[in-house]
């Protein structure tokens, strides 16, 4: 079986606009919020909570909102575009307020800031499970986990681009005497990023097309079907894979808590325990994500043959011991050092390994109409654990340490090894000879 690489990468597109956005999202809005606002831990952790929180409600309902849309240029791609749009110009409206109250403080300012914070979120909120939607729609069952080894592969680039942008742009050594800190640049960049690169996919993707050749083909191979019909002839999932999936979106939802955890408070946490400011913390996380984004490949070529579920639980495995290790180098350092570097990229092979495979393990139990569905579930259950996450964190190293955040994150990560045992379906099947012309003919 072969699976059009060029044609993923352009899909690809729409998750680099996501990541790029998610990761300013987290590094800058915290210390935003800290440092200009003055809000406490605590406050700062359910704002950023927020996000998450419409994203539970969001998400699935935009998911299988596409699912039933029909329009010429597809099901996916409207909702988008619209969502692009919206988000280009509110994300910079933010850092106009954040000056502004910097520059002469006021209530109605930080009032201001969190209603603009909210419709970006919402705006986020309309096109992210289209987007990720869109992969699966235009791949067969057998290569998505090929096909989200590169999508999470382009969705890393995008991190790694705004990582490389904060690092230059704001190095601790022009930050460190600053009162406050201009970060409409960065938002620009971004937004710009996020703009051409979703202008790209639309001129490049042919959703409806893609579709239509997809859906061919898996009716050709009604073996990949997971469902059975029940005496009404409806499409149902059996006891066994309805209880696979349940472990599969509690063990989604642990390592989520673990690794949100560290994502959303790191750059405060480095800032608060060493010293470093957002320059250093950006490397830091750069140096991960860079380890992610060689990994990507390999890992999704090896999924078929070693199996995503041996994936998951070795990278699971490897997160938790990178925590633990995190806790140790960073117990009384006062900057970051080369371990800590190498430790990030294996935090970030470990995610590597986790993320090719989790999403592909969950649409791999739906019928194709339900993909966007589906791909929901799996976002409801890693937003319902980024609600939390970063509220308890934040309590949690306000009352009793900042240096309990790593010993938390190395908690759940344990934790969803535990549950992924219980995971008994979702793998990719068996490669066969059987329709393997009609693969080739999809790369044309």
Same mark, same amino acid.
């Given at each position: !079986?072969?699976?059009?690489?060029?044609?993923?990468?352009?899909?690809?597109?729409?998750?680099?606009?996501?990541?790029?956005?998610?990761?300013?999202?987290?590094?800058?809005?915290?210390?935003?919020?800290?440092?200009?606002?003055?809000?406490?831990?605590?406050?700062?952790?359910?704002?950023?909570?927020?996000?998450?929180?419409?994203?539970?409600?969001?998400?699935?309902?935009?998911?299988?909102?596409?699912?039933?849309?029909?329009?010429?240029?597809?099901?996916?791609?409207?909702?988008?575009?619209?969502?692009?749009?919206?988000? #280009?110009?509110?994300?910079?409206?933010?850092?106009?307020? +954040?000056?502004?109250?910097?520059?002469?403080?006021?209530?109605?300012?930080?009032?201001?800031?969190?209603?603009?914070?909210?419709?970006?979120?919402?705006? !986020?909120?309309?096109?992210?499970?289209?987007?990720?939607?869109?992969?699966? *729609?235009?791949?067969?069952?057998?290569?998505?986990?090929?096909?989200?080894?590169?999508?999470?592969?382009?969705?890393?680039?995008?991190?790694?681009?705004?990582?490389?942008?904060?690092?230059?742009?704001?190095?601790?050594?022009?930050?460190?005497?600053?009162?406050?800190?201009?970060?409409?640049?960065?938002?620009?960049?971004?937004?710009?990023? !996020?703009?051409?690169?979703?202008?790209?996919?639309?001129?490049?993707?042919?959703?409806?097309?893609?579709?239509?050749?997809?859906?061919?083909?898996?009716?050709?191979?009604?073996?990949?079907?997971?469902?059975?019909?029940?005496?009404?002839?409806?499409?149902?999932?059996?006891?066994?894979?309805?209880?696979?999936?349940?472990?599969?979106?509690?063990?989604?939802?642990? =390592?989520?808590?673990?690794?949100?955890?560290?994502?959303? =408070?790191?750059?405060?946490?480095?800032?608060?325990?060493?010293?470093?400011?957002?320059?250093?913390?950006?490397?830091?996380?750069?140096?991960?994500?860079?380890?992610?984004?060689?990994?990507?490949?390999?890992?999704?070529?090896?999924?078929?043959?070693?199996?995503?579920?041996?994936?998951?639980?070795?990278?699971?495995?490897?997160?938790?011991?990178?925590?633990?290790?995190?806790?140790?180098?960073? =117990?009384?350092?006062?900057?970051?050092?080369?371990?800590?570097?190498?430790?990030?990229?294996?935090?970030?092979?470990?995610?590597?390994?986790?993320?090719?495979?989790?999403?592909?393990? #969950?649409?791999?139990?739906?019928?194709?109409? *339900?993909?966007?569905?589906?791909?929901?579930?799996?976002?409801?259950?890693?937003?319902?654990?980024?609600?939390?996450?970063?509220?308890?964190?934040?309590?949690?190293?306000?009352?009793?340490?900042?240096?309990?955040?790593?010993?938390?994150?190395?908690?759940?990560?344990?934790?969803?090894?535990?549950?992924?045992?219980?995971?008994?379906?979702? +793998?990719?099947?068996?490669?066969?000879?059987?329709?393997?012309?009609?693969?080739? *003919?999809?790369?044309?």
């Amino acid at each position: !079986m072969k699976l059009n690489y060029k044609r993923t990468f352009f899909v690809g597109l729409a998750f680099l606009s996501i990541c790029a956005f998610w990761q300013m999202y987290d590094g800058v809005v915290p210390l935003i919020l800290t440092k200009t606002f003055h809000l406490d831990e605590t406050f700062t952790g359910a704002i950023m909570a927020a996000d998450n929180v419409l994203a539970l409600f969001l998400l699935p309902f935009f998911g299988s909102v596409s699912d039933r849309t029909h329009t010429k240029i597809g099901k996916r791609m409207p909702f988008i575009l619209f969502g692009t749009g919206c988000a #280009v110009i509110l994300m910079n409206i933010l850092p106009l307020l +954040d000056n502004s109250y910097a520059g002469s403080a006021a209530p109605f300012k930080l009032v201001s800031f969190v209603v603009v914070l909210g419709l970006l979120l919402v705006a !986020m909120g309309i096109y992210r499970s289209p987007a990720v939607a869109l992969m699966p *729609d235009v791949t067969a069952k057998p290569l998505r986990s090929k096909a989200n080894a590169v999508i999470n592969l382009m969705g890393a680039i995008g991190g790694v681009i705004y990582l490389g942008l904060a690092a230059v742009l704001y190095p601790t050594s022009k930050t460190e005497a600053l009162s406050h800190v201009n970060y409409q640049p960065l938002f620009m960049i971004v937004s710009a990023i !996020m703009f051409v690169a979703v202008g790209l996919l639309f001129i490049l993707i042919k959703e409806p097309k893609l579709v239509a050749e997809t859906q061919e083909l898996e009716k050709q191979h009604p073996e990949w079907n997971l469902a059975k019909k029940d005496e009404s002839g409806n499409e149902v999932l059996p006891a066994p894979v309805k209880k696979s999936l349940a472990f599969l979106l509690a063990s989604i939802a642990l =390592w989520f808590i673990a690794y949100n955890g560290i994502t959303t =408070w790191f750059t405060t946490y480095v800032d608060q325990v060493m010293g470093e400011g957002l320059g250093g913390a950006s490397t830091c996380l750069l140096v991960g994500t860079v380890g992610a984004v060689v990994s990507y490949i390999p890992i999704g070529l090896f999924g078929n043959k070693i199996g995503r579920k041996k994936m998951i639980m070795t990278g699971v495995c490897i997160l938790a011991l990178c925590f633990f290790l995190g806790s140790l180098l960073t =117990w009384n350092a006062h900057k970051i050092t080369i371990p800590m570097y190498v430790l990030f990229v294996f935090v970030g092979f470990a995610w590597a390994l986790i993320n090719v495979n989790s999403l592909p393990m #969950v649409v791999e139990m739906c019928k194709g109409s *339900d993909i966007g569905k589906f791909t929901g579930y799996y976002y409801t259950a890693s937003m319902a654990a980024q609600v939390v996450t970063p509220v308890i964190a934040g309590f949690l190293m306000k009352h009793i340490s900042y240096r309990i955040l790593f010993p938390y994150s190395t908690f759940f990560a344990a934790l969803a090894f535990v549950t992924m045992l219980f995971v008994k379906h979702g +793998d990719a099947k068996a490669e066969t000879k059987k329709g393997l012309e009609a693969f080739e *003919d999809m790369d044309d």
